[in-house]
Structures are given as C-alpha cells and as structure tokens.
Nanobody
Framework: QAQLVESGGGSVQTGGSLRLSCAASGYITSFYCMGWFRRAPGQEREGVAVIANDETTNYADSVKGRFTVSRDNAKNTLYLHMNSLKPEDTAMYYC?????????????????????WGQGTQVTVSS
C-alpha cells in the first residue's frame, strides 16, 4: 500500500506565497523520487518540480527562481514553497512518487514516470 495526501492549497493574490505539503505513507520511503505536477483547465499535466532520492532537484522553466521543492525524510513529507505567484500558476497541484532510478531530465519531469499519485490540491491566484 502507498498513499500520498496533499494539503496547503488555497486562494491568494498575485505576488503572494503558498506552501504545499505532501504526506507519504506505506511503501513510499526516502528511496523514492517525488515530484509536483499541475494541470490547469484545458492544459496538459505539467511537471513543476521534482526531487530525487539523493535530493537533486529539477524545475520547470516557468517556475525557476520562484518555487522551491524540498523533502523531510524523517517525516516522509514533500514540500513545495511557492513565491511571487502569478495567475498562470492557477491549477490543480498533484504530488507523485516513483521508485528511484537513473532517468534523463525529460523522463524525470514526465508524469508517466510516476507510479503513485495524490488526490490533488487546488491553487488559485487572482489579480
């Protein structure tokens, strides 16, 4: 069994900040790669930020310098700190996990790589 539960979504104004959390349980351990993905209405599911078991990180170009992904292995929790939020950041945000492996950057940022998914948490940014 594996479970991912996101929290921390909500509504903020442009320029605001928000922190998302993802609590992992079951089979998911520090040996798993984890990531945040988002899907806006009418858009494809997009990789936002991923962190490997060795804590290396990768970000979508659209969020570099504004978002920071981190993990607390003792608490088995993934975080996404979002700053300088823009209306285009509005989306449903999902936490995902996969067993660690050696992947290319493209593979690491692809939703199809990940096996386990949370239910999502909505982020809405207004002007």
């Amino acid at each position: 069994q594996a479970q991912l539960v996101e929290s921390g979504g909500g509504s903020v104004q442009t320029g605001g900040s928000l922190r998302l959390s993802c609590a992992a349980s079951g089979y998911i351990t520090s040996f798993y790669c984890m990531g945040w993905f988002r899907r806006a209405p009418g858009q494809e599911r997009e990789g936002v930020a991923v962190i490997a078991n060795d804590e290396t990180t990768n970000y979508a170009d659209s969020v570099k310098g504004r978002f920071t992904v981190s993990r607390d292995n003792a608490k088995n929790t993934l975080y996404l700190h979002m700053n300088s939020l823009k209306p285009e950041d509005t989306a449903m945000y999902y936490c995902a996990a996969a067993r660690a492996s050696t992947w290319s950057l493209s593979r690491r940022m692809a939703a199809s790589t990940y096996t386990y998914w949370g239910q999502g948490t909505q982020v809405t940014v207004s002007s």
